[in-house]
């Protein structure tokens, strides 16, 4: 199973962009879905969250502004970014749990780059 990021690239501040996260190569379905974000100064940190059944959880720092969504059919996960902030510049990585095994599989990052 490989999950393919897309839809990053480079915005003014107070623009939007919508990531997608598809799955591919194995017929696979996953409980929690997630959108991860890094930059070369910090670690890694979890952005949102969304569960098989859609329950939401966010980052103080994009509450208001990010939305996550999946679409189950696809084995897709989505991430609305509006007003954003140079300081949402990072790569962006998608990460999805197999609903039965323990297994967490990761994207290959997608690049977010916020100009003020």
């Known amino acids: 199973v490989q999950l393919q990021a897309s839809g990053g690239g480079s915005v003014q501040a107070g623009g939007s962009l919508r990531l997608s996260c598809a799955a591919s190569g194995s017929t696979v379905s996953f409980s929690n879905m997630r959108w991860y974000r890094q930059t070369p100064e910090k670690e890694r940190e979890l952005v949102a969250e969304?569960?098989?059944?859609?329950?939401?959880n966010y980052a103080d720092s994009v509450k208001g502004r990010f939305t996550i969504s999946r679409d189950n059919a696809k084995n897709m996960v989505f991430l609305q970014m509006n007003i954003l902030k140079p300081e949402d510049t990072a790569v962006y990585y998608c990460?999805?749990?197999?609903?039965?095994?323990?297994?967490?599989?990761w994207g290959q990052g997608t690049q977010v780059t916020v100009s003020s």
């Open positions: 990460n999805a749990d197999h609903i039965y095994y323990a297994r967490t599989y």
């Open positions: 969304i569960t098989s059944g859609g329950l939401t």
